[in-house]
């Protein structure tokens, strides 16, 4: 069986919140969880594979939970804690949340647990509140960036990415515009953004006032530019910083490709002096975490060199 270092795991399936784009809902059934003992022996298995990196995976994936032994229902944080008990596992990731099942124990966990990486995926879908209560989302704009918020306090480092949906029913050029001041507010490190696109069966597909395909088109742009601009800016950040990358594989162009807390792909290339006097005393790279110095950026990935003082130079 081919060693993954990095794996996904699914923990939970379903959704109960029903937002009006979205088949979810309709095809997957409620929310369901996946019990405790049944993960713990899939994260056994992967770490036999030779997992370091776990990626739990859900459609509502912060809204995992299970009762535990004693009376109180444990929940997302607390499985991440269980999960971080075990040697192997030097990376935990989580995705896709939704901002109304962010509780505490997760937010102090992204604080406290240090295997927990500082990247956190919380669509948003658009920065109107007159949309989001046609999306049906149950949230508003300010309680998304009160989450934000209250998450930065705990981890204030941490990288925020959200999907968005261009060209609802019914968004105007003001709604437009106050999605475009929310990613100017929030500044997300990476993003997903697309057009809205009707699903037979979900209740939107039948909402009045579609938006005119040129305009979802020049909306989409417009939106995209911005988020790339922020996405450019929070990688150009990380130059000449020094980061814990986990070393993912080596590709067919002798480059070592891994991922950094933030998420971001680096790419270490073999051919380097530097890189070469570093592998010829570190010889096992790939699955560990190793001290990277990043030395250029762009804007999808991140350069750098293994740091050569970690090895007492
Ligand atoms: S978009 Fe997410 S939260 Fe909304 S119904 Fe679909 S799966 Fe559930």
């Given at each position: ?22 088949v ?26 030779g ?45 896709t ?6 509780d ?42 009160k ?98 990358i ?48 990043i ?19």
């Open positions: 069986m081919k060693k993954k270092i990095s794996s996904f795991l699914t923990i939970q399936e379903g959704c109960d919140k029903f937002c009006s784009f979205c979810v809902p309709y095809t997957r059934g409620p929310e369901y969880s996946r019990s405790i003992e049944s993960i713990m022996m899939e994260v056994k298995k992967l770490i036999k594979r997992t370091r990196e776990i990626i739990l995976l859900g459609q509502n994936v912060n809204a995992w939970t299970s009762k535990g032994n004693k009376k109180f229902s444990l929940t997302l944080g607390n499985l991440i804690d269980e999960i971080s008990k075990c040697d192997e596992i030097l990376s935990i990731r989580y995705t949340s939704h901002p109304l099942d962010m505490l124990k997760l937010i102090e966990t992204h604080q406290k647990n240090k295997k927990l990486m500082p990247y956190l995926h919380l669509p948003i879908q658009s920065g109107s509140n007159n949309i989001l209560s046609k999306m049906n989302r149950k949230h508003t704009v300010e309680d998304y960036l989450i934000i918020e209250k998450v930065k306090e705990y981890r204030p480092d941490i990288a925020i990415s959200s999907d968005f949906i261009v060209g609802f029913p019914g968004e105007t050029d003001q709604d437009h515009r106050k999605t475009l001041e929310l990613i100017n507010e929030v500044k997300f490190a990476s993003s997903y953004s697309f057009k809205y696109s009707p699903r037979p069966g979900t209740p939107s597909a039948d909402f009045e006032k579609q938006v005119d395909e040129k305009i979802k088109n020049s909306r989409l742009q417009e939106l995209q530019g911005k988020l790339k601009k922020h996405q450019l800016v929070f990688n150009q950040k990380s130059v000449n910083s020094k980061m814990n986990l070393i993912l594989y080596k590709n067919k162009k002798n480059q070592y490709i891994g991922k950094s807390p933030y998420n971001q792909t680096v790419i270490i290339d073999e051919k380097l002096e530097s890189n070469q006097i570093f592998l010829n005393r570190c010889k096992k790279v790939v699955g560990q975490i190793i001290d990277v110095r030395t250029n950026s762009f804007q999808n990935s991140l350069e750098g060199e293994f740091s050569i003082e970690s090895l007492g130079y």
